[in-house]
């Protein structure tokens, strides 16, 4: 089952990236050392860069149910940021988000991981994970608040190459927990 093109909240609105989306990328939060501080993917240095992820994300929309998603006000038409899925495997999906930093504390993240689990469970993603660095405590905050639960058993490290690079650091695995149900957005 494939996941709808365009989803729709409160006040948001997802959709897939396109080629002339990424000089916003680049310029709402690809580009912003702030923004991208704890993230797992490196900032982006140039236009070409966002470039290469629009079309990562067109090739894994081609080859997935789903990918990423881009999240924009439904109320001013403004990028806000990115959210959506990278399989793993047809049984295994990794989450997440960014915002742009005057979209930062507004229940947009929480908004759009909302739509976002209730997209996997529609497409019917068996598991969902999600990652997070451990002094990122606004992320985990969301995550839990959307019904993710933290796998205390769970222990890697990885390069954080914004924050730190070369150093290896702890990271926080979450996944959905699958007994709660989630939410209804619409979509088109």
């Known amino acids: 089952m494939k996941a709808p093109g365009r989803v729709e909240t409160a006040?948001?609105?997802?959709?897939?990236?396109?080629?002339?989306?990424a000089a916003a990328i680049f310029q709402r939060y690809a580009s912003?050392?702030?923004?991208?501080?704890?993230?797992g993917w490196p900032r982006h240095r140039s236009i070409d860069e966002t470039h290469a992820f629009?079309?990562?994300?067109?090739?894994?929309?081609?080859?997935?149910?789903?990918?990423?998603?881009?999240?924009?006000?439904?109320?001013?038409?403004?990028l806000l940021g990115g959210?959506?899925?990278?399989?793993?495997?047809?049984?295994h999906v990794v989450t997440g988000y960014v915002?742009?930093?005057?979209?930062?504390?507004?229940?947009?993240?929480?908004?759009?991981?909302?739509?976002v689990v209730r997209i996997a469970r529609d497409i019917r993603v068996a598991r969902l994970t999600a990652?997070?660095?451990?002094?990122?405590?606004?992320?985990?905050?969301?995550?839990?608040?959307?019904?993710?639960?933290?796998?205390?058993?769970?222990s890697q490290t990885i390069e954080f190459q914004n924050l730190a690079a070369g150093v290896q650091?702890?990271?926080i695995r979450y996944e959905l927990d699958p007994n709660i149900p989630g939410p209804i957005v619409r979509s088109r």
């Not at 006040?11 to 989306?21: Q, Y």
């Not at 912003?32 to 993230?39: A, G, I």
């Open 32 to 39: 912003d050392p702030e923004v991208t501080r704890f993230l």
């Open 11 to 21: 006040r948001l609105l997802l959709s897939p990236p396109e080629p002339g989306d």
């Open 54 to 78: 629009v079309s990562f994300s067109a090739d894994h929309w081609n080859r997935w149910p789903a990918g990423p998603y881009l999240i924009w006000s439904r109320a001013t038409g403004q």
């Open 169 to 171: 650091q702890d990271v």
């Open 131 to 154: 990652f997070c660095h451990p002094d990122h405590r606004a992320s985990q905050r969301v995550l839990e608040k959307c019904g993710f639960v933290r796998d205390s058993a769970w």
């Open 83 to 91: 959210t959506g899925f990278t399989f793993e495997s047809p049984d």
């Open 99 to 115: 915002l742009a930093k005057d979209a930062w504390g507004q229940g947009f993240a929480t908004e759009a991981l909302t739509a």
